[in-house]
């Protein structure tokens, strides 16, 4: 938050719709990809060698992300331009916890 706090400052409709689409497309699938990757190897024995740990994970990202992507595009941009437009910055990181 503090990277858009100085690159656009502003909480005009038009900066926070901007700041929601780029972390829509940037941040979101790369935040969802490593939850998939970090729940499939708590999940892996610890026998489980490396190669099938990352098959395991890759099937799982296969499987789980376009669909967990799509489900949180129809939540989070609206949660995400309320937390740009109305939450201050020191809470914001609050509000997506």
Known sequence: ????????????????????GIDCVTSFPVNVSAL??????ARKESSSTNLQKF?????????????????????WPAVTVLNYKFVPVIYR?????
Do not use: C, D, E, Y
Request: net charge positive; glycine share 2%; aromatic share 16%.
């Open 1 to 20: 938050f503090a990277f858009w706090t100085r690159f656009l400052p502003s909480n005009s409709m038009h900066a926070v719709v901007f700041k929601t």
């Open 36 to 41: 998939i990757a970090f729940q499939t190897l």
């Open 55 to 75: 098959q395991s994970i890759q099937n799982s990202l296969q499987l789980n992300l376009w669909p967990t992507l799509i489900m949180g595009w129809k939540i």
């Open 93 to 97: 990181v609050l509000l997506l916890n």
